[in-house]
T-cell receptor
Framework: DSGVTQTPKHLITATGQRVTLRCSPR?????VYWYQQSLDQGLQFLIQ???????AKGNILERFSAQQFPDLHSELNLSSLELGDSALYFC?????????????FGEGSWLTVV | GDSVTQMEGPVTLSEEAFLTINCTYT??????LFWYVQYPGEGLQLLLK?????DKGSNKGFEATYRKETTSFHLEKGSVQVSDSAVYFC????????????FGKGTRLSVIA
């Protein structure tokens, strides 16, 4: 158990809908990262927050957004869903920023868009 | 930019065979290097790491040595078990502090009894 908690574990929704994925980082960790894992794209970095502020942005679509709340949990919002958004979405956390910190991953949220 | 190249799978081995999964990297400076493992239907778990040249990371019988001269971080295990069947990801964390983990594409390992 990495200490990173993600909910829901599985989600099935229709195209055009909106979903929210939730992540609670390990106790004491200030950074939260979101990654998308799909069969054809591998593991893609989406976005990182550090202590409530956006720190880095990767290949995140405009239909997607995220935020980190004062209690450090994070939410990833996916809207106008398309079939191609079906993937495993990972949240990860670390104490500080990127350099020198081990990043721990949650078990992921499986999203299926039908 | 920074990148990780892993040997393509799938790799199929018999139980108790020796395992090597090759990983090489391209990076500016001296990154930290990691192996993550994803068991079927589960999330990513940190397997081992090394933060500087010549460091050896080890865990659960797996080992990898940070080789600066060959820019490699090959994963090895002397005797694999069926329970080691999983996808293994090599990753680097650049020293710059400005970019996140960069992953290889993953190598699927199947161990048969």
């Amino acid at each position: 158990d990495s200490g990173v908690t993600q909910t829901p574990k599985h989600l099935i929704t229709a195209t055009g809908q909106r979903v929210t994925l939730r992540c609670s980082p390990r106790s004491g960790d200030l950074s939260v990262y979101w990654y998308q894992q799909s069969l054809d794209q591998g593991l893609q970095f989406l976005i990182q927050y550090y202590n409530g502020e956006e720190r880095a942005k990767g290949n995140i679509l405009e239909r997607f957004s995220a935020q980190q709340f004062p209690d450090l949990h994070s939410e990833l919002n996916l809207s106008s869903l398309e079939l191609g958004d079906s993937a495993l979405y990972f949240c990860a956390s670390s104490f500080g920023g990127f350099s020198g910190n081990t990043i721990y991953f949650g078990e992921g949220s499986w999203l299926t868009v039908v | 930019g920074d990148s990780v190249t892993q040997m393509e799978g799938p790799v199929t081995l018999s139980e108790e065979a020796f395992l090597t999964i090759n990983c090489t990297y391209t990076a500016t400076g001296y990154p930290s290097l990691f192996w993550y493992v994803q068991y079927p239907g589960e999330g990513l778990q940190l397997l081992l790491k090394a933060t500087k040249a010549d460091d050896k990371g080890s865990n659960k019988g797996f080992e990898a040595t940070y080789r600066k001269e060959t820019t490699s971080f090959h994963l090895e295990k002397g005797s694999v078990q069926v329970s080691d069947s999983a996808v293994y990801f090599c990753a680097l964390l650049p020293p710059s502090g400005n970019t996140p983990l960069v992953f290889g594409k993953g190598t699927r390992l199947s161990v048969i009894a």
